[in-house]
């Protein structure tokens, strides 16, 4: 796992430094000066999530982005899961340095197949992204979206892999403390796929009515 973690460190580095310009910085001038239609839409929109207050926290910080976009929030919304799955690859790849790690078979394997599958899902909502910044980029909407809501979909069933392969080794610190942070991620990824799916459908409604 070193010598992928160092390759995938490097490569996340540059993620990182590439989702600064995705999510859009927001000051306290901002948030005091958001509009409440704004908002108002950014929490309706969350009522389509399984979690509506964590889905409203995490996004109404970027309601001067959003500006009633159902696009924009969904793109936002993908950006912050990979923000979050970034961060959890990172995590799992220190593991095995920490002074108190010990190296059970057990652990370790759930460990490499954790920041294999994150690392998955990271590349699956960086190609959701991608795909989403260039719509009607010469394919149909149809098409393209069919691709984001597999990618994401995708990317959820590798994070929920990482906690499943934990379900045989003894509970300890390092099986708690991951999985929590794992199940955390999963939020903001299931969050992400539902605003997906609602902006395809709003789009799909909207072509179809006449």
């Known amino acids: 796992m070193a010598v992928k973690a160092l390759k995938f460190r490097m490569r996340l580095s540059l993620l990182s430094t590439t989702l600064l310009f995705l999510l859009p910085s927001i000051s ?55 923000s979050k799955a970034n961060g959890m690859v990172i995590y799992v790849s220190k593991l095995p340095r920490q002074p108190d790690y010990v190296a059970e078979p057990r652990v370790t394997a759930a460990l490499n197949d954790c920041f294999t599958t994150f690392g998955d899902a990271v590349d699956q909502m960086q190609h959701s992204l991608k795909q989403m910044r260039n719509l009607n980029g010469g394919e149909s909407f149809s098409f393209q979206m069919s691709n984001v809501q597999t990618w994401m979909s995708a990317a959820l069933t590798n994070e929920e892999t990482c906690t499943d392969g934990f379900d045989d080794v003894p509970d300890g610190p390092i099986k708690s403390d991951v999985c929590d942070r794992a199940g955390n991620v999963k939020k903001f990824t299931s969050i992400a796929l539902a605003l997906v799916n609602s902006f395809v459908a709003k789009e799909t409604n909207d072509k179809g009515s006449p």
């Open 28 to 82: 306290a001038v901002d948030l005091s000066n958001q509009n409440r239609n704004t908002t108002d839409f950014i929490r309706s929109s969350c009522g389509a999530t399984l979690y509506p207050e964590l889905c409203y926290t995490s996004l109404s910080r970027y309601a001067n982005a959003v500006q009633q976009s159902p696009a924009k929030l969904a793109r936002i919304a993908v950006a912050v899961s990979l």
